[in-house]
């Protein structure tokens, strides 16, 4: 069975920074792009960034050159490096992984999510 762990949320001050980590687990065949949700209350689940196999990567306006997305593919990890954190980027961040298992198809996996506070 396959398992997304996210790790790494919690409380910081505006200018901030935290380091999300997402691995993972379980009878995987190949993950082809991983990325970071979130959804703040009240809201839609929005894209953050997203990153490819080959290590294309993706990024929300909102976070471009605060936020840099990274992949280790021989230890299925995805890491988020948020910098310059503000109050509007308080949410609840999801690992997202288009992961095959031993069937050799592929579909879209979630983590249980972590929480994400700024505050001003």
């Known amino acids: 069975q396959v398992q997304l762990v996210e790790s790494g949320g919690g409380l910081v001050q505006a200018g901030g920074s935290l380091r999300l980590s997402c691995a993972a687990s379980?009878?995987?065949?190949?993950?082809?792009?991983m990325a970071w949700y979130r959804q703040a209350p009240g809201k839609q689940r929005e894209l953050v960034a997203a990153?490819?196999?080959?290590?294309?990567?993706n990024y929300a306006d909102s976070v471009k050159g605060r936020f840099s997305i990274s992949r280790d593919n021989a230890k299925k990890t995805m890491s988020l490096q948020m910098n310059g954190l503000k109050p509007e980027d308080t949410a609840v961040y999801y690992c997202?992984?288009?992961?095959?298992?031993?069937?050799?198809?592929?579909?879209?996996?979630w983590g249980q999510g972590t929480q994400v506070t700024v505050s001003s």
């Open positions: 379980g009878s995987i065949f190949s993950i082809n792009t």
């Open positions: 997202n992984a288009n992961i095959a298992d031993r069937s050799m198809f592929f579909k879209d996996y």
């Open positions: 990153i490819t196999r080959t290590g294309f990567t």
